[in-house]
């Protein structure tokens, strides 16, 4: 929970990142873990906690600045990194900026972000949402009640990769991501 807790904002600004609702940060963060990050690292090894759960008061603070925190408004970021407050359909979900450290040489050499949003899509069927960074190809990944599969990148091909409606959306995925499982032996 320590990991999820950090934030940088929280530190330079003095604003103290505690959950407003306790009960429910933890019930969104323990389905983060066991849904999303808990099936990505048996499978690829440890992964890094970039940025998780912001307080409404942290997040206000980093969309303040948008230069320098990259934060969307508050009700953006309901049920996504400010896991203690249900988005405006009453649903709970939970978000964390995370690197798969394994992933992170084959990435450096290919540029191929895609092998392992595809691997995901495929093994890990209650992401609620990713979008890839270029630094250290990071990704947002959350859970969510409602989960409505999408992935989009920053990165180039940036944009959408898919969500529902779109014809590579369904399917088995796998040739995009055998090469990437055997170079990394997993």
């Given at each position: 929970m320590r990991d999820f807790l950090h934030s940088e904002i929280s530190q330079i600004e003095g604003v103290p990142n505690v959950p407003d609702n306790p009960d429910v940060a933890i019930k969104a963060g323990t389905a983060l873990c066991e849904k999303v990050l808990e099936p990505i690292q048996q499978k690829f090894g440890r992964i890094s906690i970039r940025s998780a759960y912001r307080s409404s008061a942290v997040n206000a603070r980093g969309a303040e600045?948008?230069?320098?925190?990259?934060c969307s408004r508050n009700e953006s970021n309901f049920a996504g990194h400010i896991w203690d407050i249900?988005?405006?359909d009453g649903h709970v979900g939970a978000m964390a900026c995370i690197v798969v450290n394994s992933f992170l040489p084959y990435f450096e050499r290919?540029?191929?972000?895609?092998?392992?949003?595809?691997?995901?899509?495929d093994n890990v069927p209650e992401y609620a949402s990713m979008?890839?960074?270029?630094k250290l190809c990071a990704f947002n990944i959350g859970w969510h009640q409602k989960t409505v599969k999408s992935i989009s990148s920053y990165i180039p091909p940036k944009g959408c990769l898919t969500k529902p409606?779109?014809?590579?959306y369904a399917g088995d995925h796998s040739t995009e991501y055998a090469a990437m499982l055997r170079e990394l032996g997993v």
């Open positions: 600045n948008k230069n320098q925190y990259n249900p988005d405006k290919t540029k191929n972000w895609e092998s392992l949003a595809w691997w995901i899509h979008y890839f960074f270029p409606g779109m014809t590579n």
